[in-house]
RNA sequence: GGGCGCUUAGCUCAGUUGGUUAGAGCACUUCUUUUACACAGAAGGGGUCGGGGGUUCGAGUCCCUCAGCGCCCACCA
């Protein structure tokens, strides 16, 4: 292979797909032991993760973004680690999002309903859709870099699923956890379906409240008694068509006279009873409250109490049935509007108030939702609630970050019964089959006649599961459950179950309580949940609001028309591709678990920056690597105490240290801490300071192999500690590194490398070996000596070309100083050849300017160019500077702290001190 | 009505067993086309960590309290 120029830029169009296809031809992506192949070892480690299923249908949004580049983390880095690792992939049915999709499409394409294709016909165009456009977000997840095994993707309508859904059926219906029953349940007219308590949104609203009169049965009134009435409140005045009672308090003195007596439901003039509750408040409204049982679950439960009848007055559509009378047929609202005119007319109306208060909406279809009485399949869910909490208070299943568990205990410990059958068409239809005499078949496979009578007409109840209830088993199923299959019994249970905090409910407790229930162990060990991303203000993004980010955009940029209004502004010109590994290290480090983050495109730039530095100290690498030719290494580095420079040393131990960081950060799943002190290594310690003293070492015969050696090491660690955050740079930048190592004389370095970093081992954590805090402590001082002769000069505004004589004096760091005199000249612009020898001199040189870093003294004979009294002023502030440090310190040191303190950070506060007073000392000879 | 989170530099955010001059990115000022990188380098300015109280030798970090913002759960018509 020749060597050839790698460019300037770092280019990412061309590199991910490249990088991504040799991913998946290496087969990396499989676990390296897999149960059935041959040569498995049972005995190691496996990590799993299954992905959140993305909806079939969906498109990729910044959630997904999210949960890929976290687990992609989780994966990339476990897979270094050695652990054989698998990330299952699939998509999920999603019943209604599904078929609500398909049907717009069928009305927009073909103008014909759902119900005029009819139901076979319909679920095979959904079949032909799921075909056609299934495939579109899995390519997208692709793009991001996520390492799934593919040939392991699931979906949860494919036949093995739905095996596993028919088995879980069957096994809690006969256990008598699944029933089917007529209840008040939350009903969407427009999707026409029952929708569990979870799928419903409150939202505060401005409504109507409306105040009229239940007139008293029996009494017309007379001149000496006028006619009595008691006064209700009502939000749904149509409702009073449904209304079988009228509730008061029973020691309210208003209406206690009342109870037993009836009343007159308006427009109907049915008669109803007066009954007393104490559910009812004496303080709210006016004190009573009609009881609609067959539209409110409060009322239902009083009826229930009361023994009251139940009327239901709305159809599927929520129109007004036969039981409204004259309404039949309205819609609910216009029912609404025609029932309240009638009744100012008959004079039963009081007043009409604004009001306020929260009104249920389909988080679908977005319309209001109806309580309504309908015969629905449920599960019985106390066991289960009760095994999902065990499973996490007593450890076995740890949620991250910790205060999702008292979330979690909440809710569970309040559920009520999980409605799981659904009017819709898309989805695993219910195992139940009818006979005319209404005897129920539950079976496994599907039944040619009735298991009680043997009537060979049979009709499968027309109803399907929740979407959640497939996706609840998605751990065990995804691995082949009911069947014990070779994955299953290596990868079950799970390790870490990653997604994002708001499906807490939907998903991840429903996991808990199905895996236990099924598998009898938990699905995961671990919960790990991260936040929402909204956009760069805080703001949810939404397609109405238009102030969403297509993480597409980001990776490949947009032209301007396409961003919201705010990032028109920002980009004019449009938004810049920006690349996924930039994307990625974004989500993962600008945010906290478990926190929502609000994406800054700028962030992003400023990654795609760091991927592209990451390149450029690539390409220096690989040039010195490329340089030393067939020069063999003098001598080859040794140890940190022998034949290190300072620097080589230094970047050693905080590589080492970093690496301990990073270490501890991933076991916390702190991942935006590690990154944080990953990018800041490579920029401020290895870029900055490292790089810049190798090219000064490199000069010299004596340490220029060595230090190339350090420089490849350094870089291989810190491209291993990168990989699972930006693992399409960093695999190409490696790529590079290790072709061009095996060819160079350090050949040695790379020998046993593996043929791609994404399987390469993780960089391990080694303990300190008790040199590196001197080490470390000495080149700092060397960097404040660098760092204060750059700050005088562009104060004095020296040229940056220009390169001035230098005197330093030491007393007793001249030994440290000598030898780095070289690399303090280098970075700070002095001219080598005139730096005095470090020496103890009586007198400072003449018309100098001074700087004072504790023993050492720095004179630079900058003649014409200093002001003198400016040089005294600026002498005097730096005294000022150092006293007010002293006073501090000593005061600090003077104080309880040093009793109580531990001894350790005693010293190194008094150590500070007698520095700045060595400066002050120094400083106060120099004024005089 | 319960519960949770947030409030740190102009903006967006880190800051996990409390450790002493509080960090990053962007933005800002000055300088530099130095042979890895101008998607860069060097130097700098900018914060009484929402208010108040407490514990402690020491508090952005722990406790109490108040305020503002956001979220979740909950059947007051």
Redesign the pocket.
Known sequence: MTKQELP???DFKSTEPRIYAMWEAGGFFQPHNDPNKPGFDPNVEPFVISIPPPNVTGELHLGHAMFVSVEDLMIRYHRMKGYSTLWVPGTDHAGIATQLMVERDLLQKEEVTREELGRDEFVKRTWEWKHKYGNIITNQIRRLGASCDWSRERFTLDDGLSRAVREAFVRLYEKGLIYRGPRLINWSPGLKTAVS??E???E?EDVT?YYFKYMLAGRGGSRSAPPEYIP?????PETILGDTAV?V?PEDERYKKYIGKTVIVPILNREIPVIADE????????????ITPGH???DY?IAQRHNLPIISMLDKEAKVNENGGKYQGQDRFEARKNMWADMKKAGLVIKEEP?R??IPRSQRGGEIVEPMISEQWFVKIESLAKAGLDAVRDGRIKIV?E??E??YF??LE?I?DWCISRQLWWGHRIPVWYCPDGHMTVTREDPTQCAACGSKEIRQDDDVLDTWFSSGLWPFSTLGWPQQTADLKYFYPTTYMETG??IL?FWVARMIMMGLEFTGEIPFNTVYLHGTV?D???R?MSKTKGNGIDPLWVLDGAPVEALPDYAQKQYPKGLPAMGTDALRFTLL????????????L??V?????????L???G??VI?AIDGLGDQRPKASLQSPTSNYTLADSWIWAKLQQLVRDVE??FQ?F?Y???G?QI??FI??DF???Y??IA?EQMKSDDTRTSTVETLARVFDTCLRLLHPFTPFVTEEIWGHLRSSILQSSLSRLARDWTPALIVAKFPQPRQPEGWEEAKVADFELIQEI???I??L???K?V???KKIPATIISGERVDLLKAQSPIIATLAGLDQSQISNLKFLQDKPADSASLVIGSVEIYLPLAGMVDLSGEKSRLEKELK?AES?IA??EK?LS???A????PA??Q??RD?LAG?KDTAEKLKTQLK
């Open positions: 300037k830029a770092y308590d979870l419903v949104e409150y505060e409240l209700v409140a009502t939000i749904r509730a308090h559910y009812v408040s004496m303080e709210f409204g006016t004190g009573a409250l009609k409110d679950p409060n439960a009001y208060t929260t970050p205060r999702f008292k979330i909440n809710w309040n009520k905090y708001d409910f909204r760069q203000f805080g949810r480090t600008a945010g906290s678990p478990g926190n929502d983050l609000n994406l800054n700028e962030r730039e400023s990654n795609r920056n760091f991927a592209n530095k390149w450029n100290i390409r220096f040039n501890r950060n916390n702190q935006g801490q590690a944080q990018y800041d920029w401020s870029a900055d300071w790089v810049e090219k660098v760092r204060s750059r700050n000069r562009a104060e505004n040229a940056p070309s500077e440090h501090r310190l600090l104080s309880d702290f009793g109580k303190a531990p950070l005693v190194k506060e500070k700045y």
